[in-house]
C-alpha cells in the first residue's frame, strides 16, 4: 500500500475512488507548518535559518500520515501544482523525515492539473521528485515578507499610531491605490467640444458623422476649446452643402482572447458578475475540487492559480471536437490556436483555467451547482471554448464626407460596422474586461447605403459642450491588471492582497471602486519619503524576477535575501533615530490637499479656523491621525482627515457648519468633523454637547431638525401604563434601544428612536421580556441558527456557519471562531472553518471557554529550523507552550 498526500479532505475522498484500495489518501489542509509570528522566526546572522512552528491541529494530522507511512511501501506527495504546493510536500517530507519513518522507501511527488480520474491515473504514471529550486523559492518569498512584516511594521506602530501593518506587496498595492487618488485631486478638467452633422441620402436613410477638419486643418480629439469656436463652426456647418468624397468598405477580422488565467479570471468575474477577487477564487476552489455529477466527485475545471494561457494539446483537440458538434464546421478553424504569454515564469509553465470537459456545458451541469458557481464555470467555458474558435469577420465602412460654406470647408467622418461573421463571438461576446472604464471602446453601428461623390441633405448640426474627466479610481479587476502589468505579486497573490489591504483599513470599496482611506494614504506617505527603495514599482517588480529566476534555478535564494537585508536593515536602523516632529512635518508637505484643503474664502487653509491664530497640522494619537490647532491647550479645535465617497462627495465638513441656534437655550447649532466622524454640536467649549452621526445619515443631508432631535436625545416617550415608569429612547454603542426601567430592548432602525410611539414601545418591550424569559434576548441569548453546516470536525462534532450579534462566525462545540472582515459566509470551507477554530482555541486562556478535553487535542507547538539536507538529524521538540500569539499568515492556504 502507498500513501498519498493531498491538500483537501475533499480532494483525498475524490482520489481515494480514483486510486482504489491499493493506495490510502490523506489531507494535510493546506500547509502544516509556518513562520511563528514573533521575532527571531528568520535569523539573518545565522544564514537565514528559518524556525518553524507546527500547532496542535496540524501536529495531528501529521502524526495520522506518519503511522500510515510506518506501515505503507511508499510516499506519494500529491499537493496542488504550483510554488506553495511544492513546499507543502516539502514541509510534509522534511517533518517525515525527522519522525524517522521514511527509511528507505520511495519518496515520490506527483502534480495534476485537474481533478478527473484522466488527469491522475496520468500523472500517477509520471511521478518525479520534490521541485528543489520552486522550494527555494518558496522559503526567499517567506523569508523576504517576514523580515519587511516584522521589521517594517514595527517602525510604522512607534512613528505612525494607528498603523497596522507594511508589507513587501500589499505596500506598494496600497501605493498604486495612493497614486491615482493624488492624480484625481490634482486633475485640472478642460472644456471641449464635440461637433457632429446628422445627415440624410437620397434614399432617406439617416446618419451621424462627425467633424475631423475645419479650414484645412485637421481636427484632433478635444481640439475645439470653448463656445466661440463652437459657435463658429456650427454657423458654418448649418450654411454648408454636403457631398461624400469617398466610401470605403474594408473587411476586419476579430480574434478571440485566449483562455483565462488567475487575474483575467478575476477581472472579468468583477466586471460581468460583480465578484470580488476573493470571491471568484473561493468559487473557482468549489469548481475545481469537484461537484458530485453521476455519483462521482468530478473537477469541473482545471488548476485556477495560474498565469500561463496555453491549453493541453489534449483539451484544444476536444474544444474543436465540441466545437464542430454544438455550433458547426465552419465555427472550426483551419489550425488550433496557440497563445503565448508575456509573463517571464508563467507560474511554472501552468495551463489556463479552462474546462475539464467540453462536452460538459454549463446547462448540463446547472442542476448540480448553486448561483455563483453556475456564473462563474458559464464564464469559464464560455471563454474557454472561444479562445478555439474562429475568428469574426467584420465589414468596416468610412464614409469621407467634405461641407462647403461660402469658401469654408470642413471634412466630416461617418464609419460602420456589421458583423458579416460572427465566429467565436456566438460563444463569448468579449466587453474587454481588461480595459478600465473610462477606455471602454465605442461599438459603430451600421451605416445605410451612402455612394460616393452623392449630395446629402442636412438635417441637424449638434455642438455639446464636455469637460474631460479624471482617471477612474481603480476597481479590483483593473488594479489586478496594474499590478499583473508591472510584474508586482503573482497570480495567487492577488486576492490575499486587496484582502489585507481592506482588512487593515487602509482602504474603502465604494460602487466597486477603491478608495485610500486617510490611514492608508499617511502610511503610504511615510514609505515614500522614509523607505522609497521599498514601494517602488521597478524595486518590487525586479526583485519578483529575482524569484522567479530561483524557480527556474538560475539564482542562489540566500544570495537574494543578503542583497535585500543589508540595504533594508540599514534604513530600518536609520529611520529609528528619526523624530516625530519630522514626519509629521513631511507628511504636511506631501499630503497638504488632503490634510489642508481649499477654504472656500481662498484665505490659507492651514490657519485655525477656531482661534485664528493656531496654524493646522497633523497630529498622531493613540487612535489615529487628525487634524489639530497649534494652540492647543488653548484652541482644542481637531478635525477628522477628509474623505470622499466614489462620487466625490464630501463624507465630512471641513469646517464647521452652522445650523441656526436652539430654541430652549440660544447656544449655536453646528455640524463639525472630528477625530472619530462628523458629529453635531450645542454651544461652545468643554460644557458643549455632542451628538455623533449615527450609521448612514450622510452629513451633506444634515439640518437644524435633526441635529436638534440628535442634542435632544434620549427622548422621552411617555409612561409605561403597568409600571409607570418613563419609557425613553437612544442611540448607544449597539444601536437604537428603548430604555424602561433599568433595562433595553433593541429598535430595528435609527428612525425608530425619533418616531415610535408608547403603544409601540410597550409593545417592543413586552415581546423583549418575552424573549428573555426563553432564553433569548440580553442576559439569555440563545444560540443563533446555523447558515450552513459544514460537516463533521476531525476530532468529531458538527462545524457550523452562524450569524451572531457581531457578525458571522464559524462554531465547533464550544470554540466560536469569528470570520475575517470581507469574508461571505456561505463560501466558508471545511479547511478554513477548522483553521480558524483551532487558531481560537489556541489563543482562548484556560479561564474561558475552550473544547471538551476528550476532543482537544494538546496546544502543543513544535519549532523546527530549515534543513538545506533532506536527511538532516532530528531535533527535539519544543516543550508545550501555552496560548501562543495569533499567527499572520493562516495554516490552511487561501485563494
Given at each position: 500500500m502507498n500513501v498519498v498526500v493531498v491538500e483537501s479532505p475533499a480532494k483525498a475522498k475524490t482520489i481515494n475512488k480514483y486510486l482504489g484500495p491499493e493506495y490510502k489518501v490523506l489531507a494535510s489542509f493546506g500547509h502544516v507548518r509556518d513562520l511563528p509570528a514573533k521575532d527571531g522566526s528568520v535569523l539573518p546572522d545565522q544564514d537565514f535559518e528559518m524556525l518553524w512552528e507546527v500547532d496542535a491541529a496540524s501536529a495531528k494530522r501529521l502524526n495520522e500520515i506518519a503511522d500510515a507511512v510506518k506501515k505503507s511501501d511508499g510516499l506519494i506527495l500529491a499537493t496542488d501544482p504550483d510554488r506553495e504546493g511544492e513546499a507543502i510536500s516539502w514541509h510534509v517530507l522534511?517533518?517525515?523525515r525527522k519522525k524517522k519513518v521514511i527509511g528507505d522507501k520511495p519518496v515520490k511527488r506527483v502534480v495534476f492539473n485537474a481533478i478527473t480520474k484522466k488527469a491522475v491515473l496520468d500523472a500517477m504514471a509520471e511521478p518525479r521528485d520534490i521541485d528543489a529550486p520552486l522550494v527555494n523559492a518558496y522559503l526567499a518569498r517567506r523569508a523576504l515578507d517576514y523580515l519587511v512584516g516584522f521589521n517594517l511594521s514595527p517602525v510604522l506602530w512607534r512613528k505612525l499610531p494607528g498603523a497596522r501593518s507594511a508589507g513587501r506587496v500589499q505596500s506598494v498595492a496600497l501605493r498604486?491605490?495612493?497614486?491615482?487618488?493624488t492624480e484625481i485631486e490634482r486633475f485640472v478638467a478642460e472644456e471641449y467640444w464635440n461637433i457632429s452633422a446628422l445627415l440624410r441620402t437620397p434614399r432617406n436613410d439617416t446618419f451621424e458623422a462627425r467633424l475631423v477638419s475645419a479650414d484645412g486643418k485637421r481636427m484632433q480629439a478635444k481640439s475645439v476649446t470653448n463656445g466661440v469656436q463652437a459657435k463658429d463652426l456650427k454657423s458654418m456647418l448649418e450654411g454648408a452643402t454636403y457631398r461624400v468624397d469617398s466610401i470605403e468598405a474594408k473587411p476586419v477580422k476579430r480574434n478571440p482572447s485566449p483562455p483565462f488565467t488567475t487575474s483575467t479570471l478575476q477581472q472579468a468575474a468583477s466586471s460581468r458578475l460583480g465578484f470580488s477577487a476573493s470571491r471568484t477564487m473561493q468559487v473557482?476552489?468549489?469548481?475545481?475540487?469537484?461537484?458530485?455529477?453521476?455519483?462521482?466527485?468530478?473537477?469541473?475545471?482545471?488548476?485556477?492559480?495560474?498565469?500561463g494561457v496555453q491549453m493541453a494539446p489534449e483539451a484544444i483537440d476536444a474544444a474543436r471536437v465540441a466545437i464542430g458538434s454544438q455550433f458547426g464546421?465552419?465555427?472550426?478553424?483551419?489550425?488550433?490556436?496557440?497563445?503565448?504569454?508575456?509573463?517571464?515564469?508563467?507560474?511554472?509553465?501552468?495551463?489556463?483555467?479552462?474546462?475539464?470537459?467540453?462536452?460538459?456545458?454549463?446547462?448540463?451541469?446547472?442542476?448540480?451547482?448553486?448561483?455563483d458557481q453556475f456564473r462563474l464555470y458559464d464564464l469559464v467555458w464560455k471563454r474557454g471554448i472561444a479562445s478555439q474558435m474562429a475568428s469574426a469577420d467584420i465589414e468596416r465602412t468610412t464614409a469621407e464626407i467634405t461641407a462647403e460654406n461660402q469658401g469654408r470647408t470642413a471634412g466630416l467622418r461617418a464609419v460602420g460596422s456589421v458583423i458579416k461573421f460572427d465566429g467565436f463571438i456566438a460563444a463569448y461576446t468579449d466587453q474587454r474586461e481588461e480595459k478600465e472604464d473610462n477606455d471602454a471602446e465605442d461599438?459603430?453601428?451600421?451605416?445605410?447605403?451612402?455612394?460616393?461623390?452623392?449630395?446629402?441633405?442636412?438635417e441637424k448640426i449638434d455642438a455639446s459642450q464636455h469637460f474631460t474627466e479624471p482617471p477612474p479610481r481603480y476597481s479590483e479587476a483593473t488594479l489586478i491588471k496594474k499590478m499583473e502589468e508591472l510584474g508586482i505579486g503573482r497570480p495567487s497573490t492577488y486576492a490575499s492582497t486587496l484582502a489585507t489591504l481592506r482588512d487593515r483599513g487602509y482602504v474603502a470599496i465604494d460602487k466597486r471602486k477603491l478608495i485610500p482611506d486617510s490611514k492608508g494614504r499617511i502610511v503610504t506617505a511615510f514609505l515614500e519619503n522614509f523607505f522609497a527603495r521599498y514601494v517602488e514599482y521597478d524595486f518590487t517588480a525586479s526583485l519578483e524576477e529575482k524569484l522567479d529566476s530561483i524557480s527556474a534555478g538560475d539564482l542562489e535564494w540566500k544570495d537574494v535575501l543578503r542583497d535585500f537585508w543589508k540595504d533594508f536593515f540599514a534604513q530600518i536602523e536609520q529611520t529609528k533615530e528619526l523624530r516625530v516632529s519630522d514626519i509629521i512635518d513631511a507628511l504636511n508637505e506631501a499630503l497638504a490637499p488632503l490634510l489642508f484643503p481649499a477654504r472656500a474664502d481662498d484665505g490659507d487653509p492651514r490657519v485655525c479656523q477656531v482661534c485664528g491664530t493656531g496654524k493646522l497640522s497633523l497630529k498622531l494619537g493613540k487612535y489615529g491621525a487628525f487634524i489639530g490647532c497649534s494652540n492647543y491647550p488653548d484652541c482644542n479645535f481637531t478635525r477628522q482627515l477628509s474623505s470622499e465617497s466614489a462620487d466625490g462627495d464630501a463624507t465630512a465638513p471641513s469646517e464647521p457648519?452652522?445650523?441656526g441656534t436652539d430654541p430652549m437655550t440660544g447656544e449655536d447649532i453646528s455640524l463639525r468633523s472630528g477625530r472619530f466622524g462628523p458629529y453635531v454640536q450645542r454651544g461652545d467649549g468643554k460644557e458643549a454637547k455632542r451628538a455623533s452621526l449615527p450609521k448612514g445619515w450622510e452629513p451633506d443631508k444634515m439640518d437644524h431638525e435633526k441635529a436638534l432631535a440628535l442634542l435632544n436625545l434620549p427622548r422621552d416617550i411617555g409612561k409605561h401604563p403597568e409600571s409607570g415608569k418613563m419609557i425613553s429612547s437612544g442611540i448607544g454603542r449597539y444601536g437604537p434601544f428603548l430604555l424602561h426601567d433599568a433595562g433595553y430592548a433593541n429598535l430595528e432602525t435609527v428612525e425608530d428612536v425619533f418616531s415610535i410611539g408608547l403603544n409601540r414601545a410597550v409593545v417592543v418591550i413586552a415581546e423583549h421580556a418575552?424573549?428573555?424569559?426563553?432564553?433569548?434576548?440580553?442576559?439569555?441569548?440563545?444560540?443563533?441558527?446555523?447558515?450552513?453546516?459544514?460537516?463533521?470536525h476531525p476530532d468529531g462534532g458538527k462545524i457550523t456557519v452562524r450569524d451572531g450579534r457581531y457578525g458571522p462566525y464559524v462554531n465547533w462545540d464550544k470554540v466560536n471562531a469569528t470570520l475575517p472582515k470581507g469574508k461571505d459566509p456561505q463560501s466558508v470551507t471545511m479547511e478554513e472553518a477548522i483553521s480558524l477554530i483551532t487558531e481560537r482555541a489556541a489563543k482562548a486562556p484556560s479561564?474561558?471557554?475552550?473544547?471538551?478535553?476528550?476532543?482537544?487535542?494538546?496546544?502543543?507547538?513544535?519549532?523546527?529550523?530549515?534543513?538545506?539536507?533532506?536527511?538532516?538529524?532530528?531535533?527535539?521538540?519544543?516543550?508545550?507552550?501555552?496560548?501562543?500569539?495569533?499567527?499572520?499568515?493562516?495554516?490552511?492556504?487561501?485563494?
Amino acid at each position: 500500500m502507498n500513501v498519498v498526500v493531498v491538500e483537501s479532505p475533499a480532494k483525498a475522498k475524490t482520489i481515494n475512488k480514483y486510486l482504489g484500495p491499493e493506495y490510502k489518501v490523506l489531507a494535510s489542509f493546506g500547509h502544516v507548518r509556518d513562520l511563528p509570528a514573533k521575532d527571531g522566526s528568520v535569523l539573518p546572522d545565522q544564514d537565514f535559518e528559518m524556525l518553524w512552528e507546527v500547532d496542535a491541529a496540524s501536529a495531528k494530522r501529521l502524526n495520522e500520515i506518519a503511522d500510515a507511512v510506518k506501515k505503507s511501501d511508499g510516499l506519494i506527495l500529491a499537493t496542488d501544482p504550483d510554488r506553495e504546493g511544492e513546499a507543502i510536500s516539502w514541509h510534509v517530507l522534511d517533518v517525515l523525515r525527522k519522525k524517522k519513518v521514511i527509511g528507505d522507501k520511495p519518496v515520490k511527488r506527483v502534480v495534476f492539473n485537474a481533478i478527473t480520474k484522466k488527469a491522475v491515473l496520468d500523472a500517477m504514471a509520471e511521478p518525479r521528485d520534490i521541485d528543489a529550486p520552486l522550494v527555494n523559492a518558496y522559503l526567499a518569498r517567506r523569508a523576504l515578507d517576514y523580515l519587511v512584516g516584522f521589521n517594517l511594521s514595527p517602525v510604522l506602530w512607534r512613528k505612525l499610531p494607528g498603523a497596522r501593518s507594511a508589507g513587501r506587496v500589499q505596500s506598494v498595492a496600497l501605493r498604486l491605490v495612493c497614486d491615482r487618488e493624488t492624480e484625481i485631486e490634482r486633475f485640472v478638467a478642460e472644456e471641449y467640444w464635440n461637433i457632429s452633422a446628422l445627415l440624410r441620402t437620397p434614399r432617406n436613410d439617416t446618419f451621424e458623422a462627425r467633424l475631423v477638419s475645419a479650414d484645412g486643418k485637421r481636427m484632433q480629439a478635444k481640439s475645439v476649446t470653448n463656445g466661440v469656436q463652437a459657435k463658429d463652426l456650427k454657423s458654418m456647418l448649418e450654411g454648408a452643402t454636403y457631398r461624400v468624397d469617398s466610401i470605403e468598405a474594408k473587411p476586419v477580422k476579430r480574434n478571440p482572447s485566449p483562455p483565462f488565467t488567475t487575474s483575467t479570471l478575476q477581472q472579468a468575474a468583477s466586471s460581468r458578475l460583480g465578484f470580488s477577487a476573493s470571491r471568484t477564487m473561493q468559487v473557482a476552489q468549489r469548481l475545481y475540487e469537484g461537484m458530485e455529477i453521476g455519483g462521482e466527485l468530478t473537477g469541473l475545471i482545471t488548476y485556477m492559480r495560474t498565469d500561463g494561457v496555453q491549453m493541453a494539446p489534449e483539451a484544444i483537440d476536444a474544444a474543436r471536437v465540441a466545437i464542430g458538434s454544438q455550433f458547426g464546421a465552419r465555427y472550426v478553424p483551419d489550425k488550433a490556436r496557440l497563445y503565448t504569454t508575456k509573463a517571464k515564469n508563467a507560474q511554472e509553465a501552468h495551463e489556463a483555467i479552462r474546462p475539464t470537459d467540453f462536452n460538459r456545458t454549463p446547462e448540463s451541469v446547472r442542476k448540480f451547482l448553486d448561483a455563483d458557481q453556475f456564473r462563474l464555470y458559464d464564464l469559464v467555458w464560455k471563454r474557454g471554448i472561444a479562445s478555439q474558435m474562429a475568428s469574426a469577420d467584420i465589414e468596416r465602412t468610412t464614409a469621407e464626407i467634405t461641407a462647403e460654406n461660402q469658401g469654408r470647408t470642413a471634412g466630416l467622418r461617418a464609419v460602420g460596422s456589421v458583423i458579416k461573421f460572427d465566429g467565436f463571438i456566438a460563444a463569448y461576446t468579449d466587453q474587454r474586461e481588461e480595459k478600465e472604464d473610462n477606455d471602454a471602446e465605442d461599438e459603430d453601428g451600421r451605416l445605410p447605403e451612402i455612394r460616393a461623390q452623392e449630395m446629402l441633405a442636412k438635417e441637424k448640426i449638434d455642438a455639446s459642450q464636455h469637460f474631460t474627466e479624471p482617471p477612474p479610481r481603480y476597481s479590483e479587476a483593473t488594479l489586478i491588471k496594474k499590478m499583473e502589468e508591472l510584474g508586482i505579486g503573482r497570480p495567487s497573490t492577488y486576492a490575499s492582497t486587496l484582502a489585507t489591504l481592506r482588512d487593515r483599513g487602509y482602504v474603502a470599496i465604494d460602487k466597486r471602486k477603491l478608495i485610500p482611506d486617510s490611514k492608508g494614504r499617511i502610511v503610504t506617505a511615510f514609505l515614500e519619503n522614509f523607505f522609497a527603495r521599498y514601494v517602488e514599482y521597478d524595486f518590487t517588480a525586479s526583485l519578483e524576477e529575482k524569484l522567479d529566476s530561483i524557480s527556474a534555478g538560475d539564482l542562489e535564494w540566500k544570495d537574494v535575501l543578503r542583497d535585500f537585508w543589508k540595504d533594508f536593515f540599514a534604513q530600518i536602523e536609520q529611520t529609528k533615530e528619526l523624530r516625530v516632529s519630522d514626519i509629521i512635518d513631511a507628511l504636511n508637505e506631501a499630503l497638504a490637499p488632503l490634510l489642508f484643503p481649499a477654504r472656500a474664502d481662498d484665505g490659507d487653509p492651514r490657519v485655525c479656523q477656531v482661534c485664528g491664530t493656531g496654524k493646522l497640522s497633523l497630529k498622531l494619537g493613540k487612535y489615529g491621525a487628525f487634524i489639530g490647532c497649534s494652540n492647543y491647550p488653548d484652541c482644542n479645535f481637531t478635525r477628522q482627515l477628509s474623505s470622499e465617497s466614489a462620487d466625490g462627495d464630501a463624507t465630512a465638513p471641513s469646517e464647521p457648519v452652522s445650523f441656526g441656534t436652539d430654541p430652549m437655550t440660544g447656544e449655536d447649532i453646528s455640524l463639525r468633523s472630528g477625530r472619530f466622524g462628523p458629529y453635531v454640536q450645542r454651544g461652545d467649549g468643554k460644557e458643549a454637547k455632542r451628538a455623533s452621526l449615527p450609521k448612514g445619515w450622510e452629513p451633506d443631508k444634515m439640518d437644524h431638525e435633526k441635529a436638534l432631535a440628535l442634542l435632544n436625545l434620549p427622548r422621552d416617550i411617555g409612561k409605561h401604563p403597568e409600571s409607570g415608569k418613563m419609557i425613553s429612547s437612544g442611540i448607544g454603542r449597539y444601536g437604537p434601544f428603548l430604555l424602561h426601567d433599568a433595562g433595553y430592548a433593541n429598535l430595528e432602525t435609527v428612525e425608530d428612536v425619533f418616531s415610535i410611539g408608547l403603544n409601540r414601545a410597550v409593545v417592543v418591550i413586552a415581546e423583549h421580556a418575552e424573549k428573555r424569559a426563553n432564553g433569548g434576548g440580553r442576559g439569555g441569548r440563545s444560540a443563533p441558527a446555523a447558515l450552513k453546516e459544514l460537516g463533521d470536525h476531525p476530532d468529531g462534532g458538527k462545524i457550523t456557519v452562524r450569524d451572531g450579534r457581531y457578525g458571522p462566525y464559524v462554531n465547533w462545540d464550544k470554540v466560536n471562531a469569528t470570520l475575517p472582515k470581507g469574508k461571505d459566509p456561505q463560501s466558508v470551507t471545511m479547511e478554513e472553518a477548522i483553521s480558524l477554530i483551532t487558531e481560537r482555541a489556541a489563543k482562548a486562556p484556560s479561564s474561558k471557554t475552550k473544547a471538551p478535553a476528550r476532543k482537544k487535542a494538546a496546544t502543543a507547538s513544535t519549532t523546527t529550523k530549515t534543513s538545506e539536507k533532506a536527511a538532516a538529524k532530528p531535533k527535539a521538540a519544543a516543550k508545550p507552550k501555552t496560548a501562543a500569539k495569533p499567527k499572520a499568515s493562516a495554516k490552511t492556504k487561501k485563494a
